[in-house]
């Protein structure tokens, strides 16, 4: 498969680049950056020094389509939705990692995302990359909405307790915690060392764009609209995103009963890892990793379901979820270059 | 005032000494540490040479009582039970860091301690020293129960609202986080370096002994018995506790209500301050000072209330704290030696 | 006394900001910040709310100069020179804590600061203020180039030998290194957190504007012109500066020897600590403090010596030592307001 | 190729398993560990969940040795000088990645590492893997002495000027910088995440078991014997070593003369890669991976070099490079499994 990344400079695109340098069947044809074009990747990256030289290009669509087979859009939002269409109509497959193609409703991308919003016609068209759910549609899709990396650790952590419906939909909370690698490489004072660096921050409370992302899935599962609270947290570490999740019981359950769930739920998903009871996970445990791991306290006495999950935010949360996409896609075993350990420690 | 600290070399133990070397009227007489003892404190901190030169001693109770005026335990659970009789009946004033006397219910303490309780006599004499409520009771105390690092955040972010009757208190849900002084000096594989950098961890989900410590006073405040969802993470910073709490409204009162309330409650309280709207608390805002941070967000969506509390778990949630009682309890104004800014950045 | 900072939102500012509010005589009459003019204090440094409370302006130096009698410049290299000279002229004292005062020769400071000089009459009238060495001067100065942090740090470490004539002048190297508030609160790349944590760089080898600062004053108290190597490195953490150096010994000379010589160089100088043989120091023992502490290793296999010195790079390496410096130039004991004992941990 | 690693369960062990997991030709036969045997390694380090289930071993010699080609000793020193004579008779290969067989002359080891060395005949039959420069020695060997982490990075960096008799070999002062893995995953106040995280400390000045290792090399390479000057200090970071090297140039020779002599050096050399001019290297760009980056500064100034290398100390500096040479001693290509991207950011 010959392959060009749009935005290969951010995080999210340099994680793209070393998991398909890793990967068997991928050719990297194209690395796209407008804001360092016409430098050497190397010179923009000193790390890549060896492992891959390349020439960063500016978007030259005709020319892109012609070569490849699958296009990834490793950028800001607001972007891939101007460039997408063009793509599609070249018969080229589209993967993007931003939110501009994960809202069906475009009143709620432009409420949440402040801009306008992508055609109703490719929304329409556009695949929910959370592919333990929607493995089927990720198989027929032309272009794949991939997840956000705070869905794709809640989703994953409440979906089959919601599915089941052991716990109640309008009583989810959802306390998130993020690396400070997901802010991107954009400099600010909020992700400058000195302020970040041993502190812990509460960020957009109630207002993060991917509230709607995860209340759309929840409905569309569960069938009931509900909405949910979402906090965020911005940790003193670059990698890794931690959901701890709380929802009420319809009847008591205990711990290991949920496990048993989940278990059976995730059979045959190999990037998903129940935990056994009494045993948290962590992010270190899936550091650099497509692995997403989760762990459950059923507390009798208040009646509560506690679900922590944990994944690495640049891998299962947006580049290498983008690969397992591509696989399924491509009718690949999903783990083709994936197969990695976790970087411990 | 002459001191003594018991437990002078644990993390709580060598911050009541910074902060009782900046404290006018605080004469240091006895720095006790049975696992030190007959050293030099400056051997077992570096940091103190020159500062403050003093020989550890071990536990003399008679001879200590003779000399002192107030005694500061700072030991892990379990110790100060012993010791604290004795040293009341020598009339010396007692100020317990650890959770011995904050229990009323002795059944609650061998539960939740796993240990066996202070004697009930003692357990009614001890005054909760959350000052901010209870300041008349600390004034006239003879032994104060120093609150522990998590209820001091959540007990100050939740009481106003609850005695008001503004959220339903059994809707509580608190997502506590905290550095990794909050473990102690004791070594173990959870606080070595390379396993806790780079990591965030959930822990004792549903049994941290901090539950019914939280659960106690809001029953007392609210006149409801209710129970409480507690998760605790550990966070790869050294100083700082977040938590974050989530309760449902009785029925919508604006997040500028909320801020007036707030405000309103702890008029005249040096060591609260109240956030602006859109303005979240951090743990570097408060870092090696006594400030506790509150800031809200009232949200229309779903009904609920999120209160982020912020504490240096050293200072505020432990030696601070303790200083704050104790000029209290003297008759001093309760900011007597610890007027300083947060370290920052 | 009524003091003016000028560059009161940079990280030296903020850190006079918290050492003078400590200061018993020390009154705060003008915070000075050009960028952030017309904002509160703690609308900018939210830390600050309730501890200061004061509006930001922009510098009118007339008006300032009736009020206070002394101004600390906090500014960037290039700002104080502009200013410095129509305060002398009113008759108020300065104390800049950038770099432009420092080096008597003009063309050395066009040649490593690439900016012109301030005027040769004023460098002439700027006194040094490293006051362990030259306290006299201080004392009797109007205007003080108080020292860099690499230079502090390095200067105390190996005065007393070079002086003794024990080492060699033409063998120095100083291997620096050094926390990222050191590099300011300005945005980049070099300083984002994703970018600094979990990594170690070396920068600006041979080319840092501090080498010629320690030539001269290693030339002025030795009598002997040598270039020294000097490399300095970026460490993953907020505050703290450690020089690690390295010189040939005249001849051999014991560890216990070289202590003893340093005993007695600093006695009477509150600020430095010098170590027992064997115990090395470490940035965090020194923490928020004004201490400088030095180890020793002299190694009878080479003959050279290795010199270990620590400070706090925003304390005794910028705010701390001005503070210091004021006092003494206004008679005070130099611990007035910074007889504060580390944060630790 | 079947494959055991004693000491499976420290870092460098896990670092193996990593690694050769991701080996087309590896066979991970045994995995044994004294310590934590008859547990399966998910419950040790719960990151290998899913990755790799085995039951950790006690190690029965005479077993493994029917059942594998090479044994991997990934323990500390002192251990494997028992068990590797066994292995080598009944002609299984052995690498042993602790210090037993570095050092040739066993009253060295005796005096650096306070232990009894290993046999003379079989310190003489162990061949030093550093493979860049005994490729030919590795081929053929039957035992491997994988390089220490300080001087692997150390003889990298100073090996081509020096055998090229650019630098004076009397000269050379390394000053080494670790991240926190390095002491392994022993717990210890040393290593407790509150004494480390935002700490830089020296330790072990003059005293380090790899000096002996260095000089070794430099005397074999250099043919003049020499003392140099060692330093480590504690870096808060999880992995990642700087070494920083000062020598005193023969003669004068520009930046781009010492670039040019190493390139030429190292050519053909996969896992070597020199930074141009006025690129320095950092320890994040070698994450994870088996590169040694190596940059250069040549001063005229002082007609000093100051070389700066970076690895990363559990890759290159422990299992990497014993997987490397495992390839190159069973005739496989050099880079087979670790042809691995740097982890960034």
Redesign the interface.
């Known amino acids: 498969m010959n392959i060009a990344i749009v935005g290969a400079t951010g995080?999210s695109g340099?994680e793209l680049?070393?998991l398909l340098?890793?990967h068997p069947e991928a050719n990297l044809t194209y690395l796209i950056s407008n804001s360092q074009s016409n430098k050497q990747l190397s010179e923009v990256?000193?790390?890549?020094?060896?492992?891959?030289e390349s020439m960063l290009k500016t978007l030259d669509i005709p020319k892109v389509a012609k070569e490849v087979d699958v296009v990834f859009f490793a950028t800001p939002s607001g972007v891939s939705k101007n460039f997408v269409p063009e793509f599609l109509e070249y018969g080229v497959k589209c993967i993007d990692l931003s939110g501009d193609f994960r809202l069906k409703d475009p009143l709620l991308y432009e409420k949440w995302y402040k801009n306008s919003s992508a055609s109703e016609k490719n929304l329409e068209k556009a695949v929910y990359g959370l592919s333990e759910i929607y493995e089927n549609d990720v198989k027929e899709a032309s272009l794949i909405a991939n997840p956000g990396c705070y869905p794709t650790a809640t989703l994953l952590g409440l979906l089959p307790a919601l599915k089941e419906k052991w716990i109640k939909s309008d009583s989810i909370?959802i306390?998130g915690?993020s690396?400070?690698?997901g802010?991107g490489?954009s400099?600010?004072?909020g992700?400058?060392?000195?302020?970040?660096?041993?502190?812990?921050?509460?960020?957009k409370?109630?207002s993060h764009q991917h509230i709607p992302e995860i209340e759309q899935i929840l409905h569309t599962e569960s069938g009931i609209q509900s909405?949910?609270?979402f906090?965020t947290?911005l940790?003193?570490?670059?990698?890794?995103i931690?959901c701890?999740m709380?929802a009420d019981l319809q009847e008591h359950k205990s711990t290991g009963e949920i496990i048993d769930l989940y278990k059976q739920f995730y059979e045959g998903k190999?990037f998903v890892?129940i935990?056994p009871e009494d045993?948290?996970?962590?992010?270190?445990?899936?550091?650099?990793?497509n692995?997403c791991?989760i762990?459950f306290?059923s507390?009798a006495?208040?009646g509560?379901l506690?679900i922590?999950s944990?994944i690495d935010n640049v891998v299962k949360g947006a580049a290498g979820q983008a690969v397992q996409n591509l696989n399924i896609m491509m009718g690949l075993d999903a783990k083709t270059g994936l197969?990695?350990?976790?970087?411990?420690?």
């Open positions: 995080y340099i680049l070393r340098l890793n990256y000193p790390h890549f020094s060896g492992v891959k909370i306390d915690k690396g400070v690698s802010a490489r400099v600010s004072i992700t400058h060392f000195a302020e970040t660096n041993e502190n812990l921050k509460a960020y409370l109630g909405n949910v609270t906090s947290h940790v003193p570490m670059t990698r890794g931690m701890t709380y190999p890892r935990r045993h948290w996970p962590t992010t270190k445990e899936v550091s650099a990793s692995y791991d762990g306290m507390d006495r208040t509560r506690t922590v944990v197969n990695l350990s976790p970087v411990y420690p």
